[in-house]
């Protein structure tokens, strides 16, 4: 999702109501924006210009360039870089039968050294997290009969016999909103992924493929994945979001939610399902093959976006039965009055965000199936786009979204943002993480990651661990200062464990080898029982 927020003027005689923020920098990918605007400068927020101009000149030597000087104060970085580059926006996949083989995905700004931009990074552990064995970008994609890179929006699965998946945009990073795009899923396994040169070589990822191609004046945007089995055969699931006429100059037309299923060889795929039928504005679809076989799809509705109005989110779900591509009726989960809008900010903090909600799904001991929810928003919303005293909430449902639980707020003081939940398959543990400011009691500006362990029957926090320690400056970044630190982060449980991986700044290495080192943005995986 891009990016930048809408400034809040307060002139000497009163407050003056926020100007609405550009649609297509609110809403788009935050990867699409950044590649778009490091290619010309000029497209860029003004603020941000000089910065993406003097970065711009600076990857262009770089490419020759590199330094190894790095200091650390946290031990959990998941990533070999020595260019002092970004990564953001983890997805992790653990394998199930061998949770030695931990693969998390990332925005990877190191792309911008990778003459054909590939943007989208991969990062490969044998033992079970600990260290990185391999590494690199996710290759192109052929679509129309050209290589398309890979864009950023990482998700990572891990499906049976250990099957590594990864999925990304992949777009034109020149022409982007008026060049080939759509959603690429790649899929390798832990021989090949340990034993490839790495970088952006292609025989990492031996089988890739556009399983969705956008039709002209469309853009492909904000995927995610799932693999499971359903009706005794393994599927690959993507869901996306379509823009239509993405180059217009309000962003575009209309967002609606799309999915499509493909084999596990990813052999074949269906045709793009409407998952969202008439919403106009839709975001941030999250998709699921739960362990009865059926498949669940939520999203966001937002209301008021185009018309210019205080920014509703609506919640929703639909649920396909196993084996089939037919969904049932949209349940609502909530109408979230005071989400986190696009456009918006949090009260002590500058880097876009909006609320983002995730779900997953539990087979309970007496055999139904629990679908749970969770999405962040705040206390408080003034001038409709500050956002005061963020808290993650809560829902779920036994009867796949006709009814719903009273809403629990999971967190615990300050502000939490960016939610992501996962159950154990064994057991009845549910682990739910977030950003929280909470141990900046004063400041409400640095951020730790925080682990919930809910009991699966009652919804009930039974556990909460500070994932990180001391807390983290998301603004010390040199090249993307406060402006972005990602959409999302993202938790796994696993056998009584939780793999957490997020971006925190706690590594100081010299940016493409000038200065001094400094504190920069990295991927980080860190594990935690549960």
């Not at 997953?360 to 409709?384: I, P």
Request: charged share 20%; glycine share 10%; proline share 7%.
């Amino acid at each position: 999702m891009a990016l930048l927020l809408g400034l809040v003027a307060v002139p000497a005689q009163g407050v003056q109501k926020p100007t609405k923020p550009n649609t297509k920098l609110t809403h788009l990918s935050q990867s699409v924006a950044i590649r778009a605007w490091l290619n010309d400068p000029s497209q860029a927020p003004e603020q941000y210009r000089g910065r993406f101009e003097a970065m711009r000149d600076a990857v262009a030597g770089a490419r020759r360039a590199r330094s190894a000087q790095a200091r650390s104060v946290f031990l959990d970085r998941f990533n070999r870089d020595v260019d002092g580059l970004p990564q953001n926006e983890e997805s992790v996949g653990v394998c199930r039968t061998n949770p030695r083989y931990v693969l998390e995905g990332t925005n990877d700004y190191r792309g911008l050294l990778d003459p054909a931009e590939n943007f989208t990074g991969w990062h490969f552990s044998t033992n079970g997290g600990s260290t990185v064995a391999n590494e690199g970008l996710l290759p192109p994609v052929t679509i129309g009969g050209a290589a398309i890179p890979s864009g950023g929006d990482p998700v990572d699965v891990v499906g049976a016999g250990c099957k590594l998946y990864a999925a990304s945009l992949n777009y034109d990073p020149v022409l982007v909103f008026n060049g080939s795009n759509g959603i690429g899923v790649y899929r390798s396994d832990p021989a090949t992924l340990a034993g490839c040169p790495g970088g952006v070589d292609p025989s990492c990822w031996p089988t890739r493929r556009a399983v969705a191609v956008a039709p002209p004046g469309h853009f492909y945007d904000k995927e995610w994945m799932h693999v499971g089995r359903s009706a005794g055969t393994e599927y690959v699931w993507a869901t996306w979001t379509d823009f239509a006429n993405a180059n217009t100059p309000i962003g575009f037309s209309s967002a609606t939610i799309l999915a499509a299923r493909c084999s596990a060889d990813l052999a074949t795929c269906t045709s793009p399902i409407n998952i969202s039928g008439p919403d106009l504005d839709t975001q941030f679809s999250d998709v699921t093959v739960g362990a009865d076989g059926r498949t669940y799809v939520s999203w966001a509705e937002i209301q008021g976006e185009l018309e210019g109005t205080p920014q509703t989110f609506i919640v929703k779900l639909r649920v396909a039965e196993p084996g089939s591509t037919t969904f049932g009726p949209t349940r609502i989960v909530h109408a979230e009055s005071l989400a986190i809008p696009f456009g918006g900010v949090l009260h002590a903090n500058s880097f876009r965000i909006a609320t983002y909600p995730k779900h997953d799904v539990k087979r309970l001991a007496n055999g139904k199936s629990r679908v749970f929810v969770t999405w962040e928003a705040c206390q408080a919303r003034l001038l409709d786009t500050i956002c005061e005293e963020a808290v993650v909430k809560l829902r779920w449902s036994d009867d796949f979204g006709a009814t719903w639980s009273p809403i629990r707020v999971v967190s615990a003081g300050g502000d939490n943002y960016f939610p992501t939940i996962h159950s154990d398959p064994a057991g009845n543990k549910v682990a739910v993480a977030y950003f929280t400011s909470r141990f900046d009691p004063i400041f409400h500006n640095r951020q730790d990651v925080e682990l919930v362990t809910l009991n699966a029957d009652s919804g009930l926090p039974v556990k909460r661990q500070r994932v990180t320690r001391p807390s983290n400056e998301p603004e010390a970044d040199p090249l993307l200062g406060a402006a972005f630190i990602g959409d999302y982060i993202e938790v796994v449980a696993l056998h009584g464990r939780a793999f957490v991986g997020y971006n925190a700044n706690y590594t100081q290495i010299p940016l493409l080898g000038q200065g001094f080192p400094v504190a920069q943005q990295d991927n980080y995986l860190s594990r935690r029982g549960l």
